[in-house]
């Protein structure tokens, strides 16, 4: 997958295969290893298989309330004996080792079939970055936006466990590194820095982020931190 620079490109869509939902999609969580559906409290169907969760009863709503569900998820629905069906989001973190894809669902490119990672179609999937100005210390700080929902719990640089501040944000107190997710597109910033709001790539739409209770833990650090800002 290519990293395009889309600092001057307003029309960049990061899924362009896909549309950005008109209602915001309630039915997964922004943390992998929660079991209880954060919006009505029912327990996660874990389709073991594929290693992904899901909520069925936010789930059937979404369903019954919008048509051509494909139009907005790249999602395969598995049918199963005595009429019952899982459903398989690509949009989400998968267990691409009990999954062998085949294809790319929305455009037919092909794949490797003999791969364990969680891979998505380079034309239709496209990861970009930014350098923006931070609102609350003027400092320019790198934004990676993925195309896709980042459920993971722990840092992928420090490994350790992420503060989860919101049912879209979390941020790992070491490193600095903030995540926003949009739940109307599923897709993920990923904030080398603070700031306190982020924006869609794909809906546009502005995220404040909450920093009020973020501490580093050591206070230093965050006088370094927080005393930049003017
Ligand atoms: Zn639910
Ligand atoms: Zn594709
Ligand atoms: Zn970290
Ligand atoms: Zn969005």
Redesign the pocket.
């Known amino acids: 997958m290519d990293l395009v620079n889309t600092k001057n490109e307003y029309s960049f869509d990061p899924t362009p295969k896909l549309k950005s939902n008109p209602i915001p999609l309630t039915f997964v969580s922004f943390n992998r290893v929660d079991d209880k559906c954060f919006y009505c409290g029912e327990e996660y169907f874990y389709n073991i298989n594929y290693g992904q969760s899901y909520c069925k009863k936010c789930l059937s709503r979404y369903i019954s309330e919008t048509t051509d569900i494909k139009s907005y998820l790249d999602v395969y629905i598995e049918n199963l004996k005595y009429d019952k069906y899982e459903l398989r989001f690509r949009q989400i973190p998968y267990n691409a080792y009990f999954y062998e894809v085949d294809s790319c669902k929305l455009c037919g490119k092909l794949f490797c079939k003999c791969t364990k990672e969680f891979i998505l179609c380079s034309d239709c999937y496209r990861i970009s970055f930014e350098w923006i100005e931070s609102t609350l210390t003027k400092k320019l700080i790198p934004i990676i936006y993925l195309p896709w929902w980042n459920n993971h719990d722990k840092?992928r640089?420090?490994?350790?466990k992420l503060k989860f501040t919101s049912d879209c944000q979390k941020y790992?107190k070491?490193?600095h590194?903030f995540y926003t997710g949009c739940r109307y597109c599923l897709t993920t910033n990923v904030i080398f820095g603070l700031t306190d709001q982020s924006q869609c790539k794909k809906c546009r739409r502005v995220t404040s982020i909450d920093i009020t209770n973020i501490s580093s833990g050591n206070s230093d650090l965050d006088d370094f931190l927080f005393n930049t800002t003017s």
């Open positions: 840092c640089v420090c490994s350790s790992c070491y490193c590194i």
